[in-house]
Structure formats: structure tokens, C-alpha cells
């Protein structure tokens, strides 16, 4: 059961990935098949993105505030993933 988890959290880390850099689906699908490191960070993204999706459900009088922060990390970890992706460029 928790192995099913887990690849359904690779996968949805995978797909949220390659809607940010579509045009670097083969390069993003490559590093994801051999670096578990990377695979963190592409469901760490996916969790950030789904996290700032829903905070219109938030209280009033945090929405704004956890709004800001979530695009904050959104943004961080796209950076990550795409200075991982430089990184492993040559690697490919």
C-alpha cells in the first residue's frame, strides 16, 4: 500500500514538472527515472502548486498571506528544479 503511495506521488510530481517545463519533458522524465533527490522536489513543487490552488478555502484573514507564501515556494522550487535540470544537463 505505501509503495502505491508513493508512486502515485512520483507521478503527480512527474506531471507537475512537465506542465511547468514542457520543454523539457524527456530531460525532466530521464532525471526523475534515476535521481530520487530530484523526484522530491518535483512532488514538493506538486504539493506547493496544489497547496496555493486551494487557498481560497482558507479564512478570510490568512488567505492572503498563505497565498503569498505558497506562490513564494512555488516559485522557489521551480527554480530548483530547473537549476537541477541545468545541473544534470551534461549528465544526460
Not at 15 to 30: D, G, N, V, Y
Not at 56 to 64: I, K, M, N
Amino acid at each position: 500500500m505505501i509503495r502505491r503511495s508513493a508512486e502515485g506521488d512520483d507521478q503527480h510530481g512527474l506531471a507537475a514538472a512537465l506542465r511547468r517545463f514542457p520543454a523539457r519533458s524527456l530531460q525532466i522524465r530521464e532525471l526523475s527515472i534515476r535521481d530520487e533527490s530530484f523526484r522530491g522536489m518535483c512532488e514538493d513543487f506538486a504539493a506547493a502548486e496544489s497547496a496555493l490552488a486551494h487557498t481560497d478555502q482558507l479564512p478570510f484573514h490568512v488567505r492572503e498571506e498563505r497565498r503569498a507564501e505558497f506562490k513564494g515556494l512555488v516559485e522557489s522550487l521551480a527554480a530548483e528544479i530547473e537549476q537541477a535540470l541545468w545541473l544534470a544537463k551534461g549528465l544526460i
